[in-house]
């Protein structure tokens, strides 16, 4: 199971290019300089 695997043994997991069902993209840094306003607008954007 994968909760039995380490931290970065999972993020490989689940950020490998053939699980394009749980991640479409290449993995990215996504860095923000206010993460609370950025995850407003792309929640607004996205979700809502």
Wanted: hydrophobic share 45%; no cysteine; glycine share 2%.
């Amino acid at each position: 199971p994968i909760a039995e695997m380490d931290i970065p043994e999972r993020f490989r997991w689940l950020a490998a290019v053939r699980s394009s069902i749980i991640q479409t993209s290449p993995t990215h840094l996504g860095k923000a300089n206010n993460l609370e306003e950025t995850f407003e607008r792309l929640f607004n954007e996205l979700v809502i």
